[in-house]
């Protein structure tokens, strides 16, 4: 049962909250070269991985076939666990010879362990939000005499104001 009798008395404080929240995404980078009519060749992890870039290079020629690769290998947002790249189709990939007579190179960058965390703070208000400004401590040191803690009051937050002689601090 609720007890009314107290209701002149009460002394709301207002509590002002905010969330932040920070988002870290971390992952690795592998980068892997394959000489031109060497077999094939496999790339695999255990937790999958993502293609990120892949380039064929000659000496003086080179191609992105990024998004060739990732059709072929039918990436989505999903990770791949394994992958083979038939050295003897670099022709194939690049849709053509992209420098005669020369042996190229591909080199394909893929990401893995990938990890997202997030990290969420509440900062509550509730009394003294006071914002203060700090001067260079080098200078007050030569132009005063007394002691200086380097801050001082610009404002107080509304509220500060508004709770001023109300709340409690606890």
Do not use: W
């Amino acid at each position: 049962m609720c007890d009314f009798d107290y209701l002149d008395h009460l002394q709301p404080c207002l509590v002002e909250d905010t969330n932040c929240i920070r988002s870290v995404q971390s992952y690795a980078i592998n980068k892997k070269q394959i000489l031109q009519s060497t077999g094939e060749h496999v790339i695999t992890h255990a937790d999958g991985f993502f293609i990120k870039k892949v380039v064929v290079s000659g000496i003086n020629h080179m191609k992105d076939i990024t998004a060739y690769m990732i059709n072929k290998f039918n990436q989505t947002d999903c990770p791949l666990t394994r992958i083979v790249i038939d050295s003897g189709n670099f022709n194939e990939y690049t849709e053509g010879d992209i420098e005669c007579g020369t042996r190229t190179i591909l080199q394909i960058d893929y990401m893995y362990d990938e990890k997202t965390t997030q990290e969420k703070k509440l900062h509550r208000v509730e009394i003294d939000d006071v914002y203060s400004t700090a001067f260079n401590q080098q200078r007050l040191c030569f132009e005063l005499n007394e002691t200086y803690t380097g801050f001082s009051e610009v404002k107080k937050s509304a509220v500060y104001k508004i709770n001023e002689g109300k709340c409690k601090s606890s």
